[in-house]
């Protein structure tokens, strides 16, 4: 069965570094998303993408933060310069011509 | 106001019982999407079940069902038949407007299955 990958899994990283959070959507899909989720609290939304462009964006996505999909399969979220509080889980999704939204496994980010 | 709303932070149910999980919701769209979620310890998010707000039909998925009373906003989630792999944290999530848009999310629900 399709499903959303995420790489890495875990990524730990000093404050004030580059982070690049890389996702593989299901293939026919044509919606991508990330959200993410700090220890402990509901899953917040960051930008979703359509057509090769950002659709919509959160408050929480101010200029350090940028996606790209660079080829048919890869949709990446950048953070330029990390903070402690970007600490998180960290979701990719995807939807297709379906209602359903699908996650992937997550990346946790951790910021020193 | 909160769009969703999950109002038990904390369930228990016996191994084999019928359990409900509640969720309202607030929009003021026609069109809206209703969804749940189970986040396991492990942390990753499964799709469980969704409902479109014009389904006449209460969505169901194995285990899993969703009672959607439109009028009073509720969305409850219901498994049938508890097993102890049930137990993690559940997510209620709203979709508003168009087929694209973004999920908001309750602040979950922590079901645990008791052997």
């Known amino acids: 069965e399709p499903e959303v990958t995420q790489t890495p899994s875990h990524q730990v990283t000093q404050m004030g570094q580059e982070v690049i959070l890389r996702c593989v959507p299901i293939?026919?899909?044509?919606?991508f998303y990330w959200y993410r989720q700090i220890l402990g609290q509901k899953v917040e939304f960051l930008v979703s993408?359509?057509?090769?462009?950002?659709?919509?964006k959160s408050e929480i996505f101010d200029d350090q933060f940028s996606v790209e999909r660079p080829d048919g399969s890869n949709f990446t979220l950048k953070i330029r310069s990390t903070k402690l509080e970007d600490s998180a889980m960290y979701f990719c999704?995807?939807?297709?011509?379906?209602?359903?939204?699908?996650f992937g496994p997550g990346t946790r980010l951790t910021v020193t | 106001a909160q769009k969703i709303t999950q109002t038990q932070p904390g369930m228990f149910v016996q191994e084999k019982e019928a359990v409900t999980l509640d969720c309202t919701y607030d929009?003021?769209?026609?069109?809206?999407?209703l969804f749940w979620y189970k986040q396991p310890s492990s942390g990753e998010m499964i799709f469980l079940i969704y409902?479109?707000?014009?389904?006449?039909q209460n969505a169901t998925e194995g285990r899993y069902s969703l009672n959607f009373q439109k009028a009073r906003k509720s969305a409850n989630l219901v498994i049938s038949a508890s097993q102890l792999g049930d137990s993690a944290m559940y997510f209620c999530?709203?979709?508003?407007?168009?087929?694209?848009?973004?999920?908001?999310f309750g602040q979950g629900t922590e079901l645990s299955v008791k052997p």
């Open positions: 999704a995807s939807k297709g011509r379906g209602g359903e939204q699908y």
């Open positions: 293939s026919n899909h044509l919606y």
């Open positions: 993408f359509y057509n090769n462009e950002i659709s919509e």
């Open positions: 929009t003021s769209d026609q069109s809206y999407g």
């Open positions: 409902q479109g707000s014009y389904d006449e």
């Open positions: 999530a709203m979709r508003e407007g168009n087929q694209g848009g973004k999920l908001i």
